[in-house]
């Protein structure tokens, strides 16, 4: 799986990985803002996407996150070798400790 941590959130793309290395399929989506006892964190929104050449597609719909976990339902889940993934945080207010994980099969 991808997973990371964004210690403080801005509106702009973040890369999970440049460049795919091998074709998978996208089977889960989370994200949290906040700390564990799921206090503080702010609120934003953020998109999983994909660029295969020159098209980007959405993977997810922008889901609103803060403090309590949210698991987004994929729509596109295949990645080919060579596609680039990534997330975009759209909206930001005040976002901080932004975890995140997203799961795939190859």
């Keep these: 799986s991808y997973t990371g941590h964004i210690e403080t959130g801005s509106v702009k793309e973040f890369t999970l990985d440049p460049t795919v290395a091998t074709s998978r399929t996208i089977t889960q989506f989370y994200i949290q803002s906040g700390n564990q006892s799921g206090s503080g ?25 803060s403090n309590s976990s949210t698991t987004q339902t994929i729509a596109v889940s295949s990645l080919a070798a060579n596609d680039r993934l990534y997330l975009d945080c759209t909206t930001n207010s005040s976002l901080v400790d932004v975890i995140f994980a997203v799961e795939y099969t190859e």
């Design 41 to 65: 964190g702010g609120t934003g929104a953020f998109i999983l996407k994909k660029k295969s050449g020159s098209t980007i597609t959405t993977l997810s719909t922008a889901s609103s996150v």
